[in-house]
């Protein structure tokens, strides 16, 4: 029920809106202080703070749901990840990535404002200038920075299944049952800008297990539904790929339908074939952030409450729970995978 949900959301994501503005406050500051003095100092507190707040979802999913992740690849790549930068190219199969980061704009959206994330108008006569200066502006970056781009624009649902396989019968492509058509001028955009100082494009192949009971949602991180997620990452230098715009955009399109040929092969194998990577453990770090982070919150509460007059102790924490109960039905709503309007094996078959 989603109900349950929701009662054991109350209590993270209230910390985590408490650890957001704490670390908004920090942000602002060292923006304020350090950014005129030195970039590339304000970069790197930044991204040791910023750390501190994902790292709590982080447990969420690890130490509370039992979230696992699968990986295969090959050793060389497993190796470089993390010590290069390096462009993200991962099928988007759900909002479980990026469900806590965009709904609370006021709070998180900052954080990700102070990180250097780009915000876009999905409008590409403004966007393509924004996207070639923000790239622009990533040269002099201190540490390995991945940028993920998610291609195809949306989260796979069934009913844009359909829309895609229409769109490719109509102009002659192969018929995509597990991805979408991706949409190229991004991913062309950031190659073109990226490439001289980012070494490397990973292709990331997410896929979920058939036979599982659960499907990766913040439901049910909240209620405690383990559930597992498969990957499989290849790893291509950008300077081998395609010099023309035209060129990348195929190189993209033919890689999106190798990876729908891999999930219709593991959907029937239950595997990749790359050499599987198992060294993936639970973050003993986030479970430490979480409880430092879980301590100051409840003792920073009951000071407050204290101080309040005893006639509103009882509204205030009523309020404050309330408020919270509504923003976590909002992200859960906001989570859910839609019921499918229309079959997608139709255009399949045809």
């Known amino acids: 029920m989603e109900f349950s949900g929701i009662v054991g959301g109350i209590p993270f994501i209230s910390l985590f809106i408490f650890t957001g503005i704490l670390v908004n406050l920090i942000q602002v500051s060292c923006y304020l202080t350090i950014w005129p003095v030195s970039k590339s100092t304000f970069r790197r507190i930044n991204g040791a703070i910023t750390e501190l707040l994902w790292l709590e979802v982080v447990w969420l999913m690890e130490w509370w749901s039992g979230f696992e992740v699968k990986v295969y690849t090959d050793a060389k790549t497993c190796q470089l990840m993390g010590k290069e930068h390096a462009i993200i190219m991962p099928n988007h199969v759900s909002d479980s990535d990026t469900l806590l980061t965009w709904i609370l704009a006021q709070v998180f959206g900052w954080t990700n404002w102070f990180s250097e994330s780009i915000f876009l108008d999905r409008n590409w006569a403004k966007d393509e200038s924004k996207l070639k200066s923000s790239f622009e502006a990533l040269s002099d970056y201190p540490t390995p920075f991945w940028m993920t781009i998610f291609v195809e624009g949306t989260r796979l649902t069934a009913d844009k299944l359909v829309e895609a396989q229409s769109f490719a019968s109509?102009?002659?492509?192969?018929?995509?049952?597990?991805?979408?058509i991706p949409k190229t001028k991004g991913i062309v955009t950031a190659v073109q800008s990226l490439r001289s100082f980012v070494p490397a494009i990973y292709d990331v192949t997410i896929a979920i297990p058939k036979h599982q009971p659960f499907f990766p949602t913040l439901l049910t991180f909240l209620k405690m539904q383990p559930c597992k997620v498969v990957v499989r990452i290849k790893r291509y230098s950008t300077k081998d790929l395609p010099e023309s715009d035209q060129g990348i955009a195929q190189w993209c399109r033919n890689r999106f339908i190798a990876k729908d040929e891999l999930l219709e092969n593991f959907a029937a194998t239950g595997t990749f074939d790359e050499e599987e990577i198992?060294?993936?453990?639970?973050?003993?770090?986030?479970?430490?952030?979480t409880l430092i982070f879980a301590g100051i919150f409840l003792v920073g509460g009951w000071i407050f409450l204290k101080?309040?007059?005893?006639?509103?102790?009882?509204?205030?924490?009523?309020?404050?729970?309330?408020?919270?109960?509504?923003?976590v039905h909002i992200f859960i709503e906001f989570t859910k995978m839609p019921p499918p309007k229309i079959k997608a094996t139709q255009i399949c078959t045809q």
């Open 170 to 180: 109509s102009k002659g492509y192969p018929i995509p049952k597990n991805v979408l």
């Open 278 to 289: 198992t060294e993936f453990r639970r973050s003993t770090k986030s479970l430490i952030v």
């Open 307 to 327: 101080r309040l007059s005893s006639g509103w102790q009882y509204p205030t924490l009523a309020t404050i729970i309330g408020s919270v109960a509504i923003v």
